[in-house]
């Protein structure tokens, strides 16, 4: 199984409201990452998860809070957003969170902030 | 800091052109590795090749073919006999030998279309 799998697919919210993105993978990776990525850009990375505890946080702000239950689930708590945080959110993992190795992909959850 | 550069960004070709895709690159280390990503309408980024700064070989696979050249700092991609599902966004990305928080640099994306 090569698989990452997020849910959901789409989602529409507004801006008072209170939702979560969620990613799980059974590949056995100790590294889980979320991604931002806006129209015609390249991903940005949001956060990582190293064995199961927060390794990066790329200043991110706060109405984003990711949550890593166990070594196959990867949850982002999403509150109080704002429009212009509509945009494809990625989950990816690796092995493990060292440079030598590549990133699965999921298929993404397309945000749209009202 | 490490930087990736894909001066393309739309190519149109028709089905069965061989096409290639340009990715440069820079950094100070001495070991790095290299990515190439496609991202298909649907949006989940695949991953398609990753090289090490150490291994110059050539690679193919299929249809697709990769040339690494450490003199120019380039990674390129090339696909021969192109075909309508090879439509998509490519993204070549680095990543530098730094250990664990190390992060995935991605060039800013080449949209190639496929025409029938």
């Known amino acids: 199984d090569t698989e990452v799998t997020q849910t959901p697919k789409h989602l529409v919210m507004g801006m008072t409201n209170k939702k979560s993105l969620k990613c799980e993978q059974h590949?056995?990776?100790?590294?889980m990452y979320w991604y931002k990525q806006k129209a015609k850009k390249p991903p940005e990375l949001m956060f990582v998860?190293?064995?199961?505890?927060?390794?990066i946080n790329e200043s991110v702000p706060s109405r984003f809070s990711p949550e890593c239950p166990n070594s196959s689930l990867l949850n982002l708590h999403l509150h109080a957003l704002q429009p212009e945080d509509s945009a494809l959110y990625l989950c990816?993992?690796?092995?493990?969170?060292?440079?030598?190795?590549?990133?699965?992909f999921g298929p993404g959850t397309r945000l749209t902030v009202l | 800091a490490q930087k990736v550069t894909q001066a393309q960004t739309e190519i149109s070709v028709v089905e069965k052109e061989d096409v290639t895709l340009d990715c440069v690159y820079e950094?100070?280390?001495?070991?790095?590795?290299l990515f190439w990503y496609k991202q298909p309408p649907s949006g989940e980024l695949v991953f398609l090749i990753r090289r090490n700064s150490f291994d110059e070989q050539n690679e193919i696979s299929g249809r697709y073919s990769w040339n690494f050249q450490k003199s120019t700092s380039s990674f390129n991609f090339t696909i021969t006999a192109s075909q309508v599902v090879d439509s998509a966004v490519y993204f070549c990305?680095?990543?530098?030998?730094?250990?664990?928080?190390?992060?995935?640099?991605f060039g800013k994306g080449i949209t190639l279309s496929v025409r029938p």
């Open positions: 990305a680095l990543r530098e030998y730094t250990g664990a928080n190390s992060k995935l640099t």
């Open positions: 950094t100070r280390d001495t070991t790095y590795y």
């Open positions: 998860y190293s064995y199961e505890k927060l390794s």
């Open positions: 990816a993992s690796s092995q493990d969170p060292y440079s030598y190795n590549e990133q699965f």
């Open positions: 590949m056995g990776h100790r590294a």
